[in-house]
């Protein structure tokens, strides 16, 4: 068992730090064959090899160091146990405040890295602690709305989340919202608010890290601290999910909540925009909107939000696939679901050993919609018999909205509209392509 | 309604061509301001704009040319209905001879310009007159094996198709296997021919195309010619998949059967590698290695075909998404699947909701595996609880095998190998990264 201060170390790594008494939280300074680099020994993350050293920067980020090309670890300040004791906060009444609302997930959570077990880490101190430079943005007020890994979130949470964003837009304190999330979901979670939260006079950003703050080369900070100064300076209202912009270190993308997707499991650069580019790069503190976005976003306005923010979860989405059974879709429509997203191949294909289900479910008034597994592009249902079969049937084809965005918005719209069929075909947060003239079902 | 030797056009291009007494079939030289093209006359794309018209030049590449831009258009040659009367084929004995069978789908098509239906056009006469180059580098013998549209195959089908390719491989007449086949379901037919047919002893290459041959910009042509080349001059045996390889006009990018999904419902370029990089390149009539695919590829070889072709459908896959009902699992389970390939988030997640169901299902004998909804990336399902609690109710982790290919390759395992779960985490046919640990169930 590895003492208490040395942050879990082993092997060389522990071996290194125990001769030149450096204990985890010290100031250090490390020499390699590259140069020196200056921070703050981290504990060593649970999965990462035991020949590696992290040292946290001074901007927050982490880098891992192996151990065998290092040539010196120097202690310049003892451990002044930053991490426990919360430093002084200086309210400044100057800066543009922000209300960050925290429901769990890899970036507000802190590995313990003697039991493993993970904790939310969310006192507007310790993030000033972790990430310095906000405190010189924004005057952060946060509030830890729920401690759930992201693929644990329902329906119903979208509700609380939504409904906590409207508590704190209403005050008409804040410049804008922050929401840290687990990546799993976050995007049917900022798709769930974009149908929720219409008419929003300023933006909602959602964001998340894929990997932990105590990891080498953690996202938590860079992607914070990118969705803050999107917050806080946008021109643009709406709902956004801000995530590392690619492979480089200095830059966070801003997505348009309807239109993004996590495309990788594990790279930081995971959360892609389909077919448009995101909005906004963040870089060097300042916002840089992208013109080829496309998309016609919404200014800023002291508006009064739309809210509507229930949802009904009798949503089906069925991926197609050779062999597919078309019992399925029966079963379906006789559990009581009340609309199915159909992810069809192509261009918006099913087999026609399925028609005949899909008739009956349309028949007894379920929904059925139609996108594409491609991710990709758009369904186009009127070029080949099978889409134009589909069509007659009554499938409804949702242009290029992605599946996850049609799953939430039907959840949406089944609570909240009355012309569900027409709901799905029109564009209310940007899902579809304004430029792209929609098939008629 | 068009005359029948105006071709379909209407409007401004069919003035045009009135007006110069030029046919659809006429070779002609059409001048715009940015220089001349020589070509024949296509039949107009039924959903085309009516102010274009469409050329195929002598490469087979069909281009669309608006008339507004044409300075002069002049009748070369009189339509001698090559796409009627088939030109003489002459038999060269001294070119390798290629095996092409067609499924169908849009490479095998030609769409009839007034009456909008869709016919099989693949004897070996017009595929001659339709790509030239093809009678300089190979011998083809066409079949038609089948004329669908590819969202309407089957697992009977692969069988079919697997059977028809051991057939022509075992005359030992041919150096390569050639499959048209609709882009919709190619790479799941992919996969099911590189798990149904090991040690293959040539390549087995499918191709397909976006765009009809009728159609501006078609792709037809270049992948067919690709495909054919790859077969004929690899090295390489086993399946893979040759489709266009960018925006460019002149690379086919050939895959791995097991890793390669289509990725835009339009482009040409909608086929990917996911996770790794193509094989390789045809490019100007060679084929270019890509070094960089670290996969293991094998050598052609005299050895015997390893062929199981029966598939067992009784496989379902389920994309979990938050208000994921887990009783549609328990519906799954009752109804007599023997697999569920989850699509998990992330890491390879599902709610803790869905534990119940999960536990039940296995203890019933389902097989349950996940794979990841984000496509690229691998499921790790160590790292966090949600994961080591599913590890722990059996769910079996597939690492970066995505989730197509795990489909099939479940309906494979369950009709020709005695232990399912062990085949599903084993790399038969490149589907997993081998260089990637595999974690333990």
């Not at 239109?259 to 959360?271: E, I, L, M, W």
């Amino acid at each position: 068992m590895a003492k208490p201060d040395s942050g879990g170390y082993r092997g060389a790594g522990l071996q290194l730090l125990s001769r030149q008494g450096v204990s985890v939280g010290d100031s250090v300074r490390v020499a390699t064959e590259d140069g020196e680099m200056f921070g703050v020994l981290m504990p060593r993350y649970e999965l990462a090899s035991d020949d590696y050293i992290v040292i946290k920067l001074k901007s927050g980020y982490n880098t891992g160091i192996q151990v065998g090309r290092i040539k010196s670890i120097t202690k310049l300040q003892k451990n002044e146990a930053a991490a426990t004791k919360a430093p002084e906060i200086i309210e400044d009444d100057r800066l543009p405040k922000i209300a960050l609302i925290s429901t769990g997930g890899t970036i507000a959570s802190k590995i313990d890295y003697r039991t493993g077990g993970v904790r939310a880490a969310l006192s507007a101190s310790e993030l000033y602690a972790s990430v310095p430079e906000l405190a010189s943005h924004a005057s952060i007020d946060p509030e830890v709305l729920l401690s759930e890994y992201s693929e644990n979130l329902k329906p119903e949470h979208w509700t609380m989340i939504a409904e906590k964003v409207v508590e704190k837009i209403r005050t008409g304190k804040y410049r804008g919202i922050v929401v840290s999330h687990g990546t799993d979901t976050m995007h049917y979670t900022a798709a769930a608010l974009s149908f929720a939260l219409q008419n929003l006079p300023v933006p909602v950003v959602l964001v998340g890290a894929q990997r932990s703050s105590d990891r080498p080369s953690s996202d938590a900070a860079l992607n914070l601290l990118g969705a803050t100064i999107f917050a806080i300076k946008s021109e643009y209202a709406g709902v956004f999910v801000a995530m590392h912009a690619g492979t480089s270190d200095d830059a966070v993308a801003c997505h348009i909540g309807t239109r993004v997707r996590k495309n990788h499991t594990s790279r930081r650069d995971a959360f892609e925009s389909i077919d448009v580019t995101p909005v906004a790069l963040v870089r060097n503190g300042a916002v840089e909107m992208q013109e080829k976005s496309m998309i016609e976003l919404a200014k800023r306005s002291d508006d009064k939000i739309d809210a509507k923010t229930k949802f009904d979860d009798r949503v089906a989405l069925l991926k197609y696939h050779p062999g597919f059974d078309p019992k399925l879709i029966e079963h379906i429509a006789a559990a009581g679901y009340k609309a199915i997203i159909l992810e069809g191949t192509g261009l918006g294909h099913v087999s026609k050993e399925c028609f005949l289900a899909l008739q009956k479910a349309v028949d007894v008034g379920v929904i059925v919609c139609m996108t594409s597994q491609c991710i990709w592009g758009r369904v186009r249902m009127t070029v080949y018999d099978t889409g134009r079969d589909l069509l007659g049937i009554g499938v409804i084809p949702l242009s290029d909205m992605i599946s996850e965005t049609a799953t939430v918005k039907a959840m949406w719209a089944l609570a909240n509209t009355k012309n569900v069929k027409k709901t799905m075909q029109e564009s209310i947060a940007n899902e579809i392509s304004s430029s792209i003239p929609i098939e008629k079902a």
